[in-house]
């Protein structure tokens, strides 16, 4: 006989079950390409329609080959046969600051080549393709012990690697990497081409591909048409070869057609590219020490010093261009650091994975599978312990003290200080000096001594206040010699110190003898420098390297055991910037309810938010004439113009750029960003919360078309049209 309450079990129980085999919207994870036949059942439970061997294969005719590493930090995607490669708008920045004068200002005006030849060399700019991967695990561990000493097991490694580098290098004639993944427990060979000549095709104007600047960056609902275009050169057997004149549009044999017919909410979608660095399996010691003590204290000291610019780079003209691009690098951590926290918090992620260290202890004591797992939490736990309150004054001096500039240009010093003691001859001195002094002209180009001296004073007085017992006495002399008034102390240092002005430094480098060493060791910035270098030195830095590298070994370990503990569950390696795969589904956004945003955005809402008398929210003019006479070319949607949607893809730094691709492997858009609510995915991912944001691929169409009229460039294009196979069958 069955009861009622047995009844209910058991049906809750079946809907448990059943609950648990829905496809989920929002899957977390970063793949590595080879592994992608793990997942094709997922994946096309979700909606892929595409066989995993189109995405990868070993033969090495998959997508990965349409993708590259952009720069040292962003990913890029190949659009046409002739080599054509979409990415970022913040990630050709720098290419396009090089190329960029007060004549051809390429941020005001955009940039559009009318022709190849008319494309841009960027000096130094690299693209790196991964051909081919391979789990080398087997030949670089084998034999080694998990507790060996890090000390000896990385010299052993470090010659296995150096000599299978070798191996792949002569059998492939190719580049190749070999990195650790599941922090050490696993390698994989990357087997990679580097190429040199890169040349920039175009650039929508700041007021599109930057819009709304760091107001909204990290935010959802976004507004920005963040991409830009290059262009892969390669050598006549289209191979890497040096920038030449005569070098030709890299052939590529695989590119991504583009879909134009849109998306609708949990339709399928994948991320193709390099995310850079997360930290899924740490423990929550190491979690506590990123929420109670590196982003808070990151995040107070920040506020403190972008307040500060802010307010100087409203007063001149002059100021905001010295600080703009200072202030775009220390906000976007800044910003990124406090959606992280607000995350952390509300899963209560340093909670949930006590919760879980319970589990993994009970386990671990009784388990016969991991010798060792059973004494790594706690030793965890007490080298955490120990390590906080260094780590706590190493992050005051990281963000308060060397976030002062005049005290950070101090490091640069150390060449000048070194060259007193060469005993040189007194030409020999000024010469040297002056060349190293010339090498500074960059720092003081970007730097407004009044506007460093506030930052001088809010910095020091949040040191003192919160690391009172191990502020340096060189510091506290400082401040008693000048009545105890913070105020008083930085108006002498910003006086006396030649470290202000690169006048007074070419000065003293031209008129410099060999007894002027004194000159220099009695500058007031040059010796709180010092002091608290010393400081780090002395009691600051060994104890912490030690904490890195026991926490490193702990960290494999611990992972390892993890990995052992659920043997069932498919782990993926924390991001290390090698290609990887994510899927998701397009998605709203609101954590606390139904979504109250939605998954796209409009060109309506760009115009809505024009301000003529602002930086980052004017809209360019031709813009608004587009706009105004609904002219969106083929690209609109019934008089609609798609901006930027977002689902549910597990991404992170280094994403930027990736293609971001439909069920069928077609390119739809261009990942930029992540929500603020979300970028705890680093440490968590919460499928409720974390959602990548992309350019949508009609927009950037429709900027290239009818905004640069740079229609040459669709033309190289495959599109798909909506409701039409036709144009895929011309590839
Ligand atoms: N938050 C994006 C990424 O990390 C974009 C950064 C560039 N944009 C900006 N407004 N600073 O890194
Ligand atoms: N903007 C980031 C980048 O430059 C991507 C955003 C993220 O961290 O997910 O890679």
Known sequence: MQTGSSLLIKSLIIAFLIFCQQPVGAKEGMWIPATLKDHEKEMKSMGLEIPIDQLYNASGTGLNNAIVLFGRGCTGEIISSKGLILTNHHCGYGSVQGLSSAQQDYF????????????????GLTVTFIRRMENVTPQILEGLKDTLRDSFRDTVIGLRIAALEKEFRAKTGLDVSVKPYFDGNQYWAAISETYRDIRLVGFPPNGIGAFGGDVENWIWPRHTGDFSMFRVYAGGDNRP????????????EQFFNINTSGYKEGDFTMVYGFPGTTKEYISSYELSQVYNISDPISIEARS???GIWSKHMGWTRSNFLKYTSKRAGVANGWKKWQGELLGLKANDVVGKKLADEKIFQAWADTSKAVSYAATILPQMRTAAEIASPLLTQEQYIREAVLGVELIQQGAAFENVAGCFRLGLSQDALRDTLTKLIAGMEGFYKNYDPATDKDVFISLMVLYFNKCTAWVPDEFKDQYRAHDQDVNVWAADVYKTSMLTSIAQLKD???????????????????????????????KITPALKDY????????????NAQMEEHKNKTFYPDANLTLRLAY??????????????????????????????????????????????KDYGQWGVNGVMPVAF???????????????????????????????EGTMSDYYFDPTRCRNISVDIRYTLFIIDKFGGAGWLIDEMNIVKPKSNAARAKK
């Open 108 to 123: 005001a005006n955009g940039f559009w080549a009318k022709n190849m030849q008319g494309e841009l060399p960027c000096k």
């Open 241 to 252: 070869a040096d920038y030449a004149g005569s070098n030709k549009p890299y052939h590529a």
């Open 304 to 306: 403190r010093r972008l």
């Open 508 to 538: 003293f480098a031209a008129n410099a003898g060999t007894a002027d060493s004194a000159k220099l060791l009695g500058d007031p910035a040059w010796k709180l420098y010092n002091a608290i270098t010393a400081l780090r030195k002395q």
């Open 548 to 559: 890195y590298s026991r926490m490193r070994y702990l960290d494999r370990l611990y992972t």
């Open 584 to 629: 998701g589904q397009v998605k709203g956004l609101d954590p606390e309810g139904p979504a109250k945003y939605s998954f796209q955005t409009t060109l309506k809402e760009v115009v809505a938010l024009d301000d003529t008398a602002s930086d980052i929210f004017r809209v360019p003019q031709k813009l608004k004439d587009l706009y105004a006479a």
């Open 646 to 676: 977002i689902a549910s893809n597990h991404t992170s730094g280094g994403n930027s750029g990736s293609p971001v691709l439909n069920a069928k492997g077609e390119l739809i858009g261009t990942n930029f960003d992540r929500a603020y």
